[in-house]
């Protein structure tokens, strides 16, 4: 028996200072036996006192779920963990953590930013593997299809590529190009 063979529904609880809250905590029996009398009992920080602090489930058959009703008081503002623990005959303990939330206090979020932008370092242009001719990353090692060992040839080819210069400025460029990205001067 594991937790997967259990689900216990206890969303985050809203509470208000000093006021009684009810809620019901549901276990549903995830296998396929019946599972003679299931018990769940509460844990909490001193800040919450418990009012109901474990209920008998009973037996619960294959594939059903019941649910029973605590009862809490919130002392203070805050968030706090509560713990379910969830108990069979047999003597399994399976624990269930779950968050009270309190008074004017929220429960920590991660923020999420919504203009995140990824940081690409450099564009990645695509070549033709030189084995097989797939289009590949041109920063690729080795060629997803047939597998072969790219990187060294893929260096060579850009090396061959960079052996023109501009006759205005002398910056390289590449062979394919037509004009100067520094300057503008026609290449010949």
């Not at 594991?2 to 809203?14: A, C, G, P, Q, R």
């Amino acid at each position: 028996m594991s937790e997967s063979d259990f689900n216990i529904s206890v969303d985050t609880l809203y509470v208000s200072l000093g006021i009684r809250k009810e809620f019901y905590i549901t276990v549903q029996n995830l296998t396929e036996n019946y599972m003679p009398q299931v018990k769940v009992r509460l844990s909490v920080p001193p800040q919450v006192r418990l009012l109901v602090k474990s209920e008998w489930y009973g037996g619960i058959a294959k594939r059903y779920s019941k649910n029973r009703l605590f009862t809490i008081l919130v002392k203070e503002n805050g968030v706090f963990d509560l713990t379910a623990t969830l108990t069979t005959k047999r003597g399994h303990n399976i624990i269930f953590p779950f968050i009270v939330q309190a008074g004017t206090t929220q429960a920590p979020t991660k923020t999420i930013s919504l203009l995140s932008k990824p940081v690409v370092d450099k564009p990645v242009s695509n070549v033709n593997c030189p084995y097989c001719h797939t289009e590949i990353s041109e920063d690729a090692k080795f060629c997803p299809h047939c597998g072969s060992n790219v990187e060294e040839k893929l260096q060579e080819i850009q090396e061959k590529k960079l052996t023109k210069h501009c006759s205005n400025c002398g910056i390289e460029l590449h062979d394919e190009a037509k004009f100067c990205a520094k300057c503008g001067q026609k290449v010949q």
